[in-house]
């Protein structure tokens, strides 16, 4: 056999040296034959152990597919070449035939190479005057391939397909190579995983897909002919093109192919010849933009999320690399029906074509996990038909962010945010506790208040250049307040007064250790050490936040104050099956939380925020209806929270808080802050939450809070009420 293939070689040689064979291409051809029986100088044997090692151990590109918390519903898929791996098992003997058929009919008898395939190539090349056969073997094809999968830059890319003889040579070397150290049926399975068939679909599953909507144990005869056809060529032979004949006219090649080979008899090739093609496409969605309506935003901050892991790779190009690539599992926390209702209850109070942007977002109280995220826009680029922008500065030159947007409206992206009120009101009731004073701290509360935060002491009772004088949005609130009614009011002087005494700076970090961030220059300034025990606005929500923040900072209160980082995975497995794990070991996916306050500090602050929805305290006098004291009749079960609205109605909140689930709720002109929602829409997110945790939480036990204690519902000096707690 070796003198056989030496005087081909030979011949080939003389014809060379006579001129009959010109340029590299051919040469290609020829060369390799002769390094590969021993003619031509060994170089490099020993270093073929090192790129076949990684060739056998190294899988191609793969599809990440991410499901709900469901398990099965596909939320995601995110990758650069559409594929899936698929063992042999599950491809169609008839498939395995006619991808052998088509591309290298001597596979199983050749041991890498078919030198009979070169020698062929080489008479109808010398014919043709120009490379019309390359005798690539579906091993030289595969190793092909997976040396521009694994490339690293594109320099490595060029080099694995680049047509040169040295590129093809190394091919032949490594094929038979590697088919010395692996089976014909693993060398096929991966080829068949790796090979392009037009369509972005990359592999036979991807490919059975795209083409006929089937997996590939699936496929028919003349279905995986078509299949096996498109290699050589996908776009040549595309039979989605308006004209089928090229594509026709390979199927039925292919077709006969595989009957001379003996794996189809006449009767079944020809009924097959005579079958039409018949396609049912499908386009495999790929990244946020093209999820079902209503999830892209939830999407959007999943992978700013997956970005920002540190455990998923060096830097965020590198981790969204990674999902693109990686082949993994994920199942998220979107919960598809709280996110259907939490849509739903949005679209039914504004419109998509509203400036306005009424949105809330869920979490699971004790664990972070973010259950819905709704919004009224449409999570696309297409920004066409959008209306006109809301700012009269800015709409001659640009149209507004609605109804079609990719910004990250409620949280998880690059966007400051929205003033959130008094919301805020929150943060310092808490440090106000910690520091030891309880819920029924009394203070005398004005209609308007002249704070010591701009002259550094308590001043005369005028307002001017050189003091703040906050004010009580009604004159109904003068009077002694506790702070059960001054949180259930909502009465600003109290509060002024509160951060007072514990120091603004105490309630500033204490937003920060419930997770909040100050993403403006001035918010950073104002928190810094240096301002903080001065910004006395804090408590009345001048910053700047999201809905997701709101979410786990009241989440951390309905939790008995264990602050869980939001986070939207509950599992991430790796292409093996195995879970992802940070540089410690521990799971990414693992909910991340901490006891940032005492379990009784939260729940006396859940005692006071009960006085807002009409659920009443459990251990104190709320002092009148609170500002959103319908909530409890709409939600009929144990429920705390909190309304805000900022200077002139410009933007207004609603959080609610239930033992088993938190929402937080806003309105806001995200395009122009200056744009007022109104007085008339001030009430949307407190329905709009009221009615989600209703809906979202039908069905399941009734959960109470546990009250507080003495301590810190009346102090050390004081004697309590004997009052229930509400059922």
Request: glycine share 8%; net charge positive; hydrophobic share 40%.
């Amino acid at each position: 056999m070796i003198a056989r293939t030496l005087r081909v070689a030979g011949g080939f040689l003389a014809l060379v040296r006579t001129g009959l064979i010109v340029g590299l291409a051919i040469a290609a051809l020829v060369y390799p034959m002769v390094a590969l029986t021993g003619v031509g100088v060994k170089r490099g044997t020993d270093a073929l152990a090192m790129p076949v090692g990684a060739l056998r151990s190294s899988l191609p590109a793969q599809t990440s597919h991410v499901y709900a918390a469901d398990g099965t519903t596909l939320l995601a898929q995110f990758y650069e070449e559409y594929r899936t791996y698929t063992t042999l098992d599950t491809v169609s003997p008839t498939m395995q035939q006619a991808i052998v058929a088509a591309e290298d009919a001597r596979f199983w008898e050749h041991h890498g190479v078919d030198f009979k395939g070169v020698a062929r190539a080489f008479v109808a090349n010398q014919k043709a005057g120009s490379v019309s056969q390359g005798a690539s073997t579906l091993t030289m094809q595969y190793v092909r391939n997976a040396l521009r999968d694994s490339a690293d830059t594109p320099a490595e890319v060029s080099e694995a397909t680049e047509q040169t003889g040295a590129r093809k040579l190394r091919e032949m070397k490594l094929a038979i190579e590697l088919e010395k150290h692996m089976s014909k049926t693993e060398i096929l399975e991966r080829y068949l995983n790796v090979a392009y068939f037009g369509h972005r679909a990359y592999g036979v599953l991807a490919a059975a897909e795209v083409y006929f909507s089937k997996r590939p144990a699936d496929l028919t005869v003349p279905e995986a002919a078509l299949l096996a056809g498109l290699v050589q060529a996908p776009s040549s032979y595309d039979p989605a093109a308006t004209d089928a004949t090229a594509a026709t006219a390979r199927r039925d090649y292919v077709i006969d192919r595989m009957a001379a080979l003996g794996y189809v008899n006449a009767t079944d090739a020809a009924a097959a010849r005579a079958t039409p093609i018949a396609l049912k496409l499908s386009e495999p969605p790929n990244d946020c933009l093209e999820t079902r309506a209503g999830w892209g935003f939830f999407c959007a901050m999943f992978r700013s999320w997956w970005a920002a892991q540190p455990g998923l790779g060096a830097n965020p190009q590198e981790r969204l690399d990674r999902l693109r690539r990686g082949g993994y599992t994920v199942v998220t926390s979107l919960d598809p029906r709280i996110q259907d209702i939490a849509q739903a209850q949005v679209l039914k109070r504004e419109k998509t074509r509203s400036a306005y942007a009424l949105g809330q977002v869920a979490l699971e109280p004790g664990t972070g996990l973010v259950r819905a995220m709704a919004v009224n826009r449409n999570y696309s680029l297409d920004r066409a038909s959008n209306g006109p922008h809301s700012d009269p500065r800015q709409r001659k030159r640009l149209r507004g962010n609605y109804p079609n947007t990719v910004n990250p409206l409620l949280g998880g992206g690059d966007m400051a945010g929205y003033q959130a009120g008094s919301t805020f009101k929150m943060f310092t009731m808490l440090a106000a506790l910690e520091q030891g004073m309880p819920l029924s701290t009394a203070i005398n509360s004005p209609k308007t208040f002249v704070s010591k935060y701009k002259t550094g002491r308590d001043s005369p009772a005028r307002c001017g250049l050189d003091s703040w004088c906050p004010s009580n949005a009604s004159a109904s609130m003068t009077g002694r307040h506790t702070m059960w009614s001054g949180f259930g009011r909502s009465v600003n002087t109290y509060f002024v007064q509160l951060e007072q005494r514990v120091g603004a700076e105490a309630a500033v970090r204490m937003a920060e250790r419930l997770g909040l961030h100050w993403r403006t220059g001035i918010d950073k300034l104002q928190a810094s050490p240096a301002k903080a025990k001065t910004w006395g606005a804090f408590t009345l929500g001048v910053a700047d936040t999201t809905p997701l923040e709101m979410a786990g900072a009241f989440a951390t209160v309905a939790a008995d104050g264990t602050h869980c980082e939001p986070i939207p995975v509950v599992s991430i497995r790796q292409q093996d099956g195995s879970e992802a794990l940070d540089a410690k070991g521990v799971p990414v996916a693992r909910p991340r939380c901490t006891q940032v306050i005492s379990p009784d500090v939260a729940r006396g602050a859940i005692d006071a925020a009960r006085c807002v929805t009409g659920f009443k305290a459990a251990t104190g006098d709320c002092g009148g209806s609170g500002t959103a004291a319908r909530v409890y009749s709409t939600v009929r079960r144990p429920v705390a929270g909190k309304s805000g609205t900022t200077d002139d109605n410009r933007a207004a909140w609603f959080v609610g808080m239930t033992p088993g689930l938190t929402v937080a709720g806003f309105i806001a002109d995200p395009d122009n802050p200056l744009h007022r929602v109104g007085s008339e829409n001030a009430g949307k997110p407190r329905e709009t939450v009221a009615e989600t945790l209703r809906d979202a939480l039908a069905g399941t036990a009734v959960r109470q809070f546990t009250p507080p204690s003495d301590l810190v519902a009346y102090g050390s000096n004081a004697k309590p009420r004997a009052l229930k707690p509400r059922r």
